[in-house]
């Protein structure tokens, strides 16, 4: 941890003021925990000022402690109050059940909406300002709204994100022309809209480890930055500027999107590499993570709690981590292995490391196929990526070239999804785990690790503290 930037100290400072905002009331602790940290708190500041660092931390609890006092859009009272909501719909679910983002002088948030059942979703549009009239109830995630009817709200103020919206309903529209059956597939990969997706396959995603890749992530940005990066070094733009446009195309992309978490991550992440590139210096491995880091935080300390979030940072932090180390032992073990398969490789097991326990805490399950799943599916998916968005764009400039192209990438779906529901397919493919699994299991860890890396610890104390560990999964798994 002594190697980190300053940003890097400087997010985790502010991330772990905001997220102990709200438990200020458990002041009683903080002197044991004073006690305890002193020590090694001391020896991490030191390279830097403290005195920013402290303030980061403070600026952090300020953050985290104005998050519970935002206006709720939830009622104060039972379920089944009058609800009047006024916004847009994110997208338009044909299941009835959609995303809808409230805004308004009582409140902003997004939660879901049930609409009536004799209206129609084509007579409504996503991003149109509306008036949901209807009955709150309760649900397993929180309180959603059952409208009795959907009015137009012509006075509603000119908003950006219901533009972007509107613009999102509108390639949805196009997608379902272009993909018919597989369309909602199509929309999850390309715009991260998952609604109407079929149940099954969801399911089949989940059960494979592969649900990373219908959540839009650092691998979908990724393979948008790499495509326009393409394109315009082509189009014979010098390293500089083709760095610089791709920067601002991700970004554009990402705006489209919505601003994801995963996505802005990456987006901040290659426009660090773009501006390193500018530049002419190297890029450093663990600023551009603290600088998306500080920069999501700071704009809404509520991203904490999300799983997409940590899930998102657990999984860059295990490559940064881990995925160098894992990749040299790789091929000192099997030097005639391919790189690029030693780096999928590499990269599959730190992100999956990284993430199992934020998976664990929050689904209490786990997928044993995750990374050959990955493997194998991952081309598939950056192969249909490109193609899905060039059918969308040629479709916009003659429909016919758009249709040809989205019979190709119509293919490599098709492929997808029977490799989803054959890695499925097997009881054993998903386990379940329970929840309280998951800090004795980081502590276990934690400890062997810190054990096993002593100078005075040999190679057979450590295959012996190996082994111990994987005895004690075996006695405590039936259990």
């Known amino acids: 941890m002594s190697g980190l930037p300053p940003v890097a100290r400087l997010a985790l400072l502010f991330a772990a003021g ?34 920013s660092l402290i303030v980061g931390f403070l600026a952090g609890v300020v953050a985290g ?92 103020a000119f908003s950006v994100r219901a533009a972007l919206a509107r613009w999102r309903g509108s390639l949805l529209r196009r997608i379902d022309d272009l993909y018919g059956p597989r369309a909602r597939l199509v929309s999850a990969l390309t715009l991260a809209r998952k609604e109407g997706l079929d149940p099954d396959l969801r399911e089949a995603f989940a059960r494979s480890g592969l649900a990373h890749l219908l959540a839009i992530s650092g691998f979908h940005v990724g393979v948008v930055a790499l495509l326009l990066l393409t394109v315009l070094r082509r189009v014979r733009l010098s390293r500089r500027r083709a760095a610089l446009f791709a920067a601002l195309g991700t970004w ?27 530049r002419g210096r190297p890029v450093a491995r663990w600023g551009p993570l603290g ?24 999984g860059a932090t295990g490559l940064a981590l881990w995925a160098p180390g894992i990749k ?9 292995i391919p790189k690029a398969l030693a780096s999928a490789v590499a990269a599959g097991c730190a992100a999956t490391l990284a993430t199992l326990p934020v998976v664990t805490w929050h689904f209490e399950r786990i997928s ?53 529901r054959a890695f499925a397919a097997p009881d054993w493919a998903s386990l379940w785990l329970p929840r309280t699994w998951v800090p004795l299991a980081c502590v276990g860890a934690a400890v062997a690790a810190f054990t096993a890396s002593r100078p005075g610890i040999g190679a057979r104390t450590r295959r012996k503290v190996a082994a111990s560990g994987a005895m004690a999964v075996i006695v405590a798994w039936p259990v």
């Open 252 to 278: 554009a992309y990402v705006a489209l999107l919505g601003f994801p978490d995963a996505a802005c991550r990456a987006a901040v992440i290659f426009s660090a590499v773009a501006a390193s590139t500018l």
């Open 18 to 51: 905001a997220a102990f905002a709200p438990h200020l009331g458990r002041l009683a602790l903080a002197p044991f925990l004073l006690l305890l940290l002193l020590p090694p708190i001391r020896v991490w500041l030191r390279p830097i000022g403290r005195r």
């Open 328 to 336: 040299r032992r790789i091929v000192g073990t099997a030097p005639r």
């Open 65 to 156: 402690a104005g998050v519970g006092r935002r206006p709720s859009c939830a009622p104060a009272g039972p379920a089944g109050a009058a609800a009047r909501v006024h916004g847009y719909f994110v997208a338009l679910s044909p299941a009835g059940t959609s995303p809808f983002s409230a805004r308004g002088p009582a409140c902003r948030e997004e939660l879901r909406v049930v609409t009536p059942n004799d209206a129609s979703n084509d007579s409504l549009a996503a991003g149109e300002a509306v008036l949901v009239v209807g009955r709150w109830r309760e649900g397993r995630t929180g309180f959603f709204v059952v409208a009795d009817s959907v009015r137009p709200d012509p006075g509603a």
């Open 291 to 314: 600088a998306a880091l500080l920069g999501l935080v700071a704009l809404d300390p509520a991203r904490l709690g999300s799983p997409g979030f940590q899930l998102s940072f657990a």
């Open 368 to 420: 044993l196929v995750g990374i050959p799943a990955t493997l194998l599916a991952s081309p598939l998916v950056a192969l249909a990526l490109p193609g899905a968005l060039a059918s969308i764009v040629a479709d916009t400039v003659h429909p016919a070239a758009g249709h040809f192209l989205a019979g190709g990438v119509d293919v490599v779906l098709a492929l997808l999804e029977a490799l989803t």
